[in-house]
């Protein structure tokens, strides 16, 4: 067997051949099956795009149709899961909530027809469907109130803004939000659909594949940054603090939250369109005074470590604009949840076409050959 040599984050490994996103880190470009996301954000919405990953090509105007059609009636949740969601403590953080449930969705739906398209179609339109309805649902529950029905007339976006504000969003936030889904909804290799690959190739149903990915999702190294990015703008509290603040972590060898990216070694692509985006809302809205340190803090970022390729990431300007939005800092990252499940369900569909089970090696740097000692010698 070749024996190739240990990298740690497996970076620059190939754990996949795959069709469906690109990146490319150097030029700052990343494309779905081939369009440019700038495209995707300026022409489709999350739902059409969903269907590009997922089947690989844009959808005809009636597949669209009947699309968005299965999705909208699949928004409900089975009061089981909601009564189950009724007993998880509302300190819990909505991302270990979210994970309970997408697994929990798993027992209604036990079956494992992986080869059967019907199945496919059917858990894809479940799952994109009711994890907006579980996010919703857990931020109403834990406020103590009940959770809001679907409204079958609002579009996807305006339907989960709604059952989290309780009333109808302003048109140009829904809009705004839409963008936002599809510019989270996928991104190559990364840790969480890696697990979504990991978990979809022991055979297992796409409920588990999406929780284990959820879970992945949520660390601060990864989708998390988002909410300690707006903590960190919080502490640094004004712009004469941007630089002092920033001298101090790097002196103590701390990461700067939403800054830096294994594969972009210029501004992600998808900062510079959440950026445009967090403009407009203000521009409509009024300001946020952390918009004037974030600037500020991606200019003195960028003269401080853009010869190491560190700019900003996704995550740096995707919390002002949930933040304008009156979305709770501890969303944002079920929010990227909501729109990565239609990443990894691309995914799990490319991994099942031609699956063999991952199993990687290691580097053994263990003991050998150590005798057992007996307890009471201990
Ligand atoms: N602040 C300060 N220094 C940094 C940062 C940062 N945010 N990111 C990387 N570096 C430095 C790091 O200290 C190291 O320096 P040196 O070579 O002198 O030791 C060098 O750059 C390489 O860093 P690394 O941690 O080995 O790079 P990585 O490819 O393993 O990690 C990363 C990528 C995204 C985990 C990392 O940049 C990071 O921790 N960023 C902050 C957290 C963050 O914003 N995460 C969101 C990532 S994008 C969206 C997502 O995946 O969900």
């Given at each position: ?63 669209l ?33 979210l ?24 858990s ?10 579980m ?80 879970g ?24 004469e ?38 403009e ?5 809205f ?5 918009y ?41 990252t079920?929010?990227f ?42």
């Open positions: 067997m070749m024996v190739c040599e240990y990298k740690p984050g497996l970076e620059g490994i190939p754990a996949a051949q795959s069709s469906i996103s690109y990146v490319d880190g150097q030029k700052g470009i990343l494309e779905y099956r081939g369009i440019r996301i700038e495209e995707l954000a300026a022409k489709s919405t999350f739902l059409e795009t969903a269907y590009l990953l997922i089947w690989g090509e844009l959808p005809s105007k009636e597949e149709k009947a699309f968005e059609e299965e999705v909208r009636l699949h928004r409900r949740i089975k009061y089981r899961i909601r009564d189950m969601m009724k007993s998880f403590p509302e300190s819990g953080h909505p991302m270990d909530a994970q309970a449930s997408a697994a929990a969705l798993g027992l209604f739906y036990s079956l494992r027809d992986l080869h059967n398209p019907a199945y496919i179609r059917d894809v339109v479940r799952l994109i469907a009711t994890i907006p309805t996010v919703a649902a857990f931020q109403l529950m834990r406020k103590g109130n009940d959770p809001v029905k679907p409204r079958d007339d609002l579009d996807y976006s305006a339907n989960f803004l709604y059952m989290l504000n309780e009333k109808e969003p302003d048109a140009l936030a829904a809009k705004i939000f839409d963008i936002c889904l599809i510019l989270h909804v996928e991104h190559t290799m990364n840790a969480s659909t890696f697990s979504a690959r990991v978990t979809a190739s022991t055979l297992t149903d796409p409920y588990a594949v999406v929780a284990s990915a959820v992945t999702l949520g660390g601060p190294l990864h989708g998390g940054a988002n909410e300690e990015v707006i903590q960190m703008l919080e502490e640094i509290g004004s712009v603090n941007v630089r002092p603040y920033v001298e101090e972590r790097l002196q103590n060898k701390q990461k700067l939250m939403g800054f830096g990216h294994r594969v972009y070694k210029v501004k992600d692509p998808r900062a510079i369109i959440l950026q445009e985006l967090a407009q809302l203000f521009d409509k009024g300001g946020d005074k952390y004037d340190i974030a600037q500020e803090m991606e200019r003195v970022v960028e003269e401080k470590l853009g010869h190491k390729g560190i700019y900003p990431n996704v995550d740096f300007y995707s919390g002002l604009v949930y933040r304008k939005m009156g979305i709770p800092t501890d969303l944002f079920p929010i949840a909501i729109a990565r499940v239609a990443g990894w369900l691309a995914h799990w569909k490319e991994q099942l076409a031609e699956n063999r089970i991952f199993r990687p090696t290691q580097v053994y740097n263990g003991k050998h050959e150590v005798p057992y000692t007996p307890l009471e010698q201990r």
